[in-house]
């Protein structure tokens, strides 16, 4: 598995983009799953994904809410739902959703877990 991205909870995905130099939009959608708006930025051979809620219903609401925003999660890529469940099983993570589609990355699968230190640890399949 290798990193595929880094993720932010914003309230605005057009200010954190502006406030940090060399920033490339690659894609930005509504996720309906979600409920939030989804940025994805490349910065040479790193990819940075900034979540902004639509409202109280959204995932990362009470994120914010809390903490004002910031760093999010981690994303690793794997190459199938087999792989996931055996770094999940290995590093005694919580699952806590999925797998479901993401629609900023295609359709393809996402789980997310909670790992030990009580980090969030997104798995893209």
Same mark, same amino acid.
């Given at each position: 598995?290798?990193?595929?991205?880094?993720?932010?909870?914003?309230?605005? *995905?057009?200010? /954190?983009?502006?406030?940090?130099?060399?920033? @490339?939009?690659? &894609? !930005?959608?509504?996720?309906?799953?979600?409920?939030?708006?989804?940025?994805?930025?490349?910065?040479?051979?790193?990819?940075?994904?900034? *979540?902004?809620? /639509?409202?109280?219903?959204?995932?990362?609401? @009470?994120?914010? &809410? !809390?903490?004002?925003?910031?760093?999010?999660?981690?994303?690793?890529?794997?190459?199938?739902?087999?792989?996931?469940?055996?770094?999940?099983?290995?590093?005694?993570?919580?699952?806590?959703?999925?797998?479901?589609?993401?629609?900023?990355?295609?359709?393809?699968?996402?789980?997310?877990?909670?790992?030990?230190?009580?980090?969030?640890?997104?798995?893209?399949?």
């Amino acid at each position: 598995m290798k990193v595929h991205h880094i993720g932010y909870v914003v309230r605005s *995905i057009e200010a /954190a983009a502006g406030a940090l130099p060399g920033l @490339r939009l690659v &894609d !930005k959608v509504f996720d309906p799953i979600q409920q939030a708006e989804l940025a994805l930025y490349a910065l040479d051979n790193i990819n940075i994904e900034f *979540i902004c809620p /639509a409202g109280e219903q959204s995932f990362t609401w @009470r994120f914010l &809410d !809390k903490t004002g925003g910031g760093y999010h999660h981690l994303c690793y890529e794997a190459d199938s739902l087999e792989d996931v469940d055996r770094e999940i099983r290995a590093h005694r993570m919580v699952k806590v959703l999925g797998p479901v589609p993401a629609v900023l990355f295609g359709g393809r699968q996402v789980v997310f877990a909670y790992s030990r230190n009580k980090d969030i640890v997104e798995f893209l399949v």
